[in-house]
């Protein structure tokens, strides 16, 4: 079973392939070339799925407890 911040860090990885990837900040041609996303994208991209999920998901579902044996 998935938490909230486990399905929100999934949707993150699937609107961006490279949400896990760092990439330092900058303006050299390095950042600039480099996959991946600056601390401050990967914080702005979360806020929005979380707001997503928060909204227009969370309200029709449930999570179920599971209990492992």
């Known amino acids: 079973m998935k938490?909230?911040?486990q399905i929100i860090t999934s949707m993150c990885m699937t609107f961006r392939h490279d949400y896990?990837?760092?990439k330092p900040e900058g303006d050299n041609f390095a950042?600039?070339?480099s996959s991946?996303?600056?601390q401050s994208e990967r914080e702005f991209l979360?806020?929005?799925?979380?707001?997503?999920f928060?909204?227009?998901i969370l309200p029709y579902m449930e999570f179920k407890n599971?209990?492992?044996d």
């Open 46 to 52: 979360w806020k929005q799925m979380a707001q997503i």
């Open 31 to 33: 950042s600039k070339l």
């Open 20 to 22: 896990g990837l760092g």
């Open 54 to 56: 928060d909204n227009d």
């Open 66 to 68: 599971v209990q492992h």
């Open 3 to 5: 938490t909230r911040e």
């Open 36 to 38: 991946g996303t600056t």
